[in-house]
């Protein structure tokens, strides 16, 4: 596709229920980063990928946290365990190469809520 | 942690006016981007400043990097209902962005 693509694009689940959340990104994008956007909070950072490694994993909250990326490709972003205060959106980024300064294009995000 | 302060954190105008909003850290970054973000979307590059003392134009907005790179303004000039949304500023950091909060900002007609 044209853009960063991300499934599903709302989720509600139950408090203790797993949730596994996908992002597709721009084909060709070296870089992938996951955050959360919480209701008055900024993007908090959470991962990112440099192909399919993980060299900065320090923004994931809590080991119920965890994500991965197969063949340079899509990720999945699972939280085990879910707790209230997970709801929020998730987004994702990706960009063409891993440097500071390069664009980060962003999909629109799953909005995930937990009752 | 870098943090980024972001101000006001919402403002709501008539069509016409002017405004600034501004991003401030006691942190250096080497580049500052801005975003607007819409409901329902994720954040859209609007600018990267990266030299100190740097003002870039895009049609109506004008941003300005602080000399010393630790803050940034964001100035819209007479505002339109199709600028509403959400401004981030981000400050890059070593394959990171480093996001302040927003400013929620509403043009009325």
Not at chain 1, 32 to 54: H, K, M, P, T
Not at chain 2, 21 to 26: A, E, G, R, W
Not at chain 2, 33 to 45: A, I
Request: hydrophobic share 30%; proline share 4%.
């Amino acid at each position: 596709g044209a853009g960063v693509s991300q499934s599903p694009s709302n989720k509600v689940t139950e408090k203790g229920k797993d949730v596994e959340l996908r992002c597709d990104p721009i084909s060709g994008h070296t870089a992938l980063y996951w955050y959360r956007q919480s209701l008055g909070q900024g993007l908090e950072f959470l991962i990112y990928f440099q192909g399919n490694s993980a060299p900065d994993k320090s923004g994931l909250p809590s080991d119920r946290f965890s994500a991965e990326r197969t063949g340079g490709s899509v990720s999945t972003l699972t939280i085990q365990r879910t707790q209230q205060e997970d709801s929020a959106v998730y987004l994702c980024a990706s960009s063409r190469l891993e440097l500071e300064a390069d664009t980060q294009y962003f999909g629109p995000g799953t909005r995930l809520t937990v009752l | 942690t870098q943090l980024l302060e972001q101000s006001p954190q919402f403002l709501s105008i008539q069509e016409g006016e002017n405004l600034t909003v501004y991003c401030n850290s006691s942190s250096v970054f080497s580049s500052l981007q801005w975003y607007r973000q819409e409901p329902g979307e994720g954040p859209v590059l609007l600018v990267t400043v990266v030299t100190g003392g740097e003002v870039k134009k895009l049609k109506r907005l004008t941003f300005q990097f602080g000399d010393a790179r630790k803050d940034s303004s964001l100035h819209i000039t007479a505002a339109q209902p199709g600028d509403t949304g959400l401004y981030l500023c981000a400050g890059a950091g070593y394959s990171t962005l480093t996001f302040g909060k927003g400013t929620m900002l509403l043009v009325s007609p």
